[in-house]
């Protein structure tokens, strides 16, 4: 994966709101993320290979490049 993609999102808990910008794996989809606000741990939603791209400002690096989950 070369460096055009764009490696940092936001990610929004649906549970409190609470938001952080994180850098995201380039080899791999993150399928589960510990919210710092309310310690609820956000999982994909159906249809989605990851977390980045369930409740992210920008998906995956996978999805990015048009690859798909790499799981």
């Known amino acids: 994966m070369d460096g055009k993609y764009t490696l940092e999102s936001a990610l929004a808990c649906p549970v409190c709101g609470h938001v952080k910008t994180e850098t995201m794996p380039t080899d791999a989809c993150q ?16 249809g989605d290979c990851c977390v980045f791209c369930s409740y ?13 989950c790499r799981g």
């Open 31 to 46: 399928w589960y993320y510990e919210c710092e606000g309310c310690h609820t741990v956000l999982m994909p939603l159906p």
């Open 56 to 68: 992210g400002t920008v998906p995956c690096p996978p999805v990015q490049a048009g690859a798909g």
